[in-house]
């Protein structure tokens, strides 16, 4: 098969044109790889392009320094990859053909080869493990294309043996399910049983790659099913997510039906499936969150059921409010987390007046505490707390000197509970 469409014309900018020419003048053959295959394939232009050759990565640095092409420094070397920056504008990394000498399960002792299929019988799954020749021409050595086509998502060759040359394949397995499956139940039998008897293998795999495609997973298609598909293999103790009985599966259930009308960040799923702080922190502890997504997680998990209880006030928007004025929080990080909490919580029009309400600013500060009389620095920031909330409680229409007048009531108020 030759491929001629719009998108693979358009990858061609001089700078690919250049690298095309160099290959073929000093005899290396080059192809396109793996991911942007699929996309070309599948009538999509791939937002970067990955290159494997026969050429070794002595003969690409003798070729680039004889053509005067400057290499970037990378630590890929060792493991094949040269990544040659023409024009001084576009860097392309381009991989020696390789086969695996030996793996622990996640990275793996390589030697060189000149033998396109030994290099495709190495990769993960058929729809990655195709070749583009920069003439149009597909390689395609195990039916990738083939099961494209189907939208079948299986491993090249054994399943068993391709998961243990790298664990990480679990999870890359069901990330690319959710991208190219026409259901939610269309798995391989034989694959699943690979996946459940070497889910203990993924306990090798660092929290950071976890995270990395666990979060991919949760934002593509059939979020819900494929994690509860994983939860039913025995993934769960081993990518973070320990006591599956206790796990709140309603709860996470209720946010994916949501994810239909709301784009939540991946760590909201994660946080729907928890009950407590405790958990957010051991979930943590495996996969290594950003501050960012832990200080969320820890945030929606403290408000969960805020409101389910009690009478509501009757502005339901005030305690939002209240939140973002006596944050410590940058005000715009406190503005995104609550958002997310009140899409978790279904509130679309409390949303649309939180996004176009207008942050006032509070006409007292400690300095005036202080010359009202308050001489104990220490009381200063609970007093403003206090002044804050009456604010707040007013519509933020107390002025200085109103808020001045209820400073002995505050006082009274802290000795009684000193006392």
Not at 85 to 93: A, L, M, P, Q, Y
Not at 327 to 351: A, G, H, N
Request: glycine residues 6%; proline residues 4%; contains cysteine.
């Amino acid at each position: 098969m030759k491929l001629d469409t719009p998108e693979f014309h358009s990858i061609f900018t001089p700078e690919l044109r250049k690298l095309a020419l160099i290959f073929n003048r000093h005899g290396h053959e080059i192809r396109i790889v793996g991911g942007a295959v699929r996309d070309l394939l599948d009538g999509k232009k791939p937002s970067d392009l990955d290159f494997a050759t026969s050429a070794t990565p002595d003969q690409m640095k003798e070729m680039f320094e004889a053509e005067s092409i400057r290499m970037i420094n990378n630590k890929g070397e060792k493991h094949g990859t040269i990544t040659p920056r023409i024009n001084d504008k576009e860097n392309f990394e381009v991989t020696t053909l390789r086969t695996d000498v030996s793996t622990d399960g996640r990275h793996a002792e390589v030697e060189f080869t000149t033998d396109w299929k030994i290099d495709s019988a190495r990769r993960d799954l058929t729809i990655n493990s195709m070749y583009l020749g920069l003439d149009g021409v597909l390689y395609d050595y195990f039916d990738g294309y083939e099961d494209l086509k189907k939208k079948r998502v299986v491993f090249v060759g054994n399943p068993d043996a391709r998961i243990k040359e790298d664990y990480l394949r679990i999870l890359r397995y069901f990330r690319f399910y959710g991208r190219i499956a026409p259901s939610p139940d269309s798995h391989d039998k034989s694959t699943l049983k690979a996946i459940a008897d070497n889910a203990a293998g993924l306990s090798q795999i660092s929290g950071e790659r976890i995270w990395s495609e666990l979060s991919r997973i949760l934002v593509g298609n059939y979020a819900k099913d494929i994690i509860e598909t994983m939860l039913s293999l025995g993934l769960g103790p081993h990518i973070g997510l320990n006591h599956t009985e206790f796990l709140d599966i309603e709860c996470f259930e209720k946010i994916c039906e949501l994810s239909a009308k709301y784009t939540f960040k991946p760590i909201t799923f994660i946080t729907s499936l928890f009950r407590s702080e405790d958990e957010v922190l051991n979930f943590h502890s495996r996969v290594k969150l950003s501050s960012f997504d832990r200080d969320l997680a820890l945030f929606l998990i403290y408000h969960k059921c805020d409101g389910t209880e009690g009478k509501p006030p009757v502005n339901r928007l005030k305690p939002y409010q209240y939140l973002l004025i006596c944050t410590k929080l940058p005000k715009e990080l406190m503005r995104e987390y609550i958002i997310e909490l009140l899409k978790f919580k279904d509130e679309e029009q409390l949303i649309k007046q939180f996004q176009s309400w207008t942050l006032p600013t509070i006409p007292i500060n400690g300095h005036d505490v202080k010359s009202a009389g308050v001489k104990n620095n220490k009381e200063i920031g609970t007093i403003l707390e206090a002044l804050t909330a009456l604010w707040v409680e007013s519509d933020f229409q107390l002025s200085k000197e109103e808020l001045l007048q209820k400073l002995p009531g505050i006082l009274s108020q802290l000795q009684r509970n000193k006392a």
